[in-house]
């Protein structure tokens, strides 16, 4: 499997929720399937629970994973772990993908690498990390129903965390080096105006306290260096997120974000190069969107081989099983 010798239709890069839907679907297709990820689930593994996938109640992030990577399994597709990609080139008939463990040649490549959060880098947040530590307000502020807990933020992203956490912590702190509030006057009013807010603004985070769980953050003015423990039940960090794009400019066209720019299709600016999920610049980044990207991908991945070998390409998969079922009934 490690060898430029043997040739994959396609090479996802990634194994979150959006490589994991396009093995899915490449596999499903008879695609030879090769997926290269640093882990598996990405970004799913740092939250306990995923509760707005459709049809699902409640998941663990990890078991979702597994689950995709089976079904994807099931269809043939290959992973390869520990993996990280750090360069594709360009050759005859396809790309060479270049990681720390091998290379490897792919007709197409689907690059699903996410987002990481920007972390805090201060004690304890490794360690609490999903044991409530977050870095998804929209995710997982719902958790902290009426208990204490801090939004640590910056400008926009910041504002719109503390004014959802706001809506279900008791008390919700907004922490943030920055002395005022950026964003929207009747975002900013909404959030001055709710009694269980308190703001520090020109704090940074000393540290975050706790066994096994939060129990705590411990906040530094930034002028008088005074310190604060604040006792809380969980730590949201919204300090945005790191693209590690680098690595593809001047193959694929990035925007000023450093994101990969698709089209409707999952197409990116090189022929035979796809990228789905929140590596993208998709705008909703949600593990739902993320899927439907690697499907996209996938099956644009497929028809792309379909027509380099001369073959119309094909909508979608469903078509052929909706035809054996027509013929059953008919029988
Ligand atoms: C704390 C938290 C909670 C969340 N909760 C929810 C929620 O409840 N509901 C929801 O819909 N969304 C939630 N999200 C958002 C959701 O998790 C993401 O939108 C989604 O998982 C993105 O999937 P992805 O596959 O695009 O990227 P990722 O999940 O980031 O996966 C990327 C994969 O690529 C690998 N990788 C990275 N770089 C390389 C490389 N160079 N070479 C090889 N492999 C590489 C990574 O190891 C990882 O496996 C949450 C996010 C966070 C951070």
């Known amino acids: 499997m490690n060898g430029v010798n043997e040739t994959w239709d396609t090479i996802i890069v990634g194994a979150g929720i959006a ?3 396009a093995a899915l679907y490449a596999s499903r297709q008879r695609l030879k399937t090769l997926v290269l990820s640093k882990d598996l689930g990405g970004q799913l593994t740092l939250t306990e629970l995923i509760e707005n996938y459709p049809g699902i109640d409640a998941v663990s992030g990890l078991s979702l994973a597994r689950k995709v990577e089976s079904q994807a399994k099931k269809f043939g597709a290959k992973f390869v772990y520990d993996e990280e990609v750090v360069e594709i080139e360009r050759v005859q008939d396809g790309f060479i993908v270049k990681g720390i463990l091998g290379e490897y040649k792919g007709t197409t490549v689907i690059l699903a690498f996410g987002k990481t959060p920007r972390e805090l880098n201060v004690p304890g947040e ?4 999903g044991k409530g530590v977050s870095y998804c307000a929209i995710c997982d502020a719902a958790f902290f129903k009426d208990q204490p807990a801090v939004i640590v933020g910056e400008g926009e ?3 719109e965390a503390i004014e959802l956490l706001s809506k279900y912590a008791k008390p919700a702190y907004y922490v943030s080096r920055s002395r005022t509030l950026v964003g929207e006057d009747s975002i900013i009013k909404e959030v001055m105006q709710r ?3 308190t703001l520090y603004l020109g704090y940074e985070v000393v540290r975050i306290i706790g066994n096994n769980k939060v129990e705590g953050i411990v906040v530094r003015n930034l002028e008088s260096k005074e310190e604060v423990t604040l006792s809380v039940n969980g730590v949201i960090i919204e300090m945005g997120y790191v693209l590690k794009t680098d690595f593809l400019k001047g193959l694929v066209k990035l925007n000023e974000k450093g994101e990969i720019v698709i089209d409707r299709e999952g197409r990116t600016s090189v022929e035979g190069i796809f990228a789905a ?9 949600q593990a739902v969107v993320a899927a439907a990207e690697g499907v996209i991908a ?3 991945a497929y028809n792309y081989i379909r027509e380099k070998k001369g073959l119309p390409p094909v909508n979608v998969d469903w078509k052929a099983e909706k035809k054996k079922t027509t013929v059953s009934l008919r029988l």
Do not use: R
Not at 126 to 129: G, W, Y
């Open 126 to 129: 490794k360690e609490l990390k």
């Open 157 to 159: 992203p910041g504002l």
């Open 277 to 285: 999920g929140d590596v993208t610049d998709s705008k909703y980044k």
């Open 195 to 197: 009694p269980n807010v």
């Open 298 to 300: 996938a099956l644009s």
């Open 19 to 21: 490589g994991l839907s």
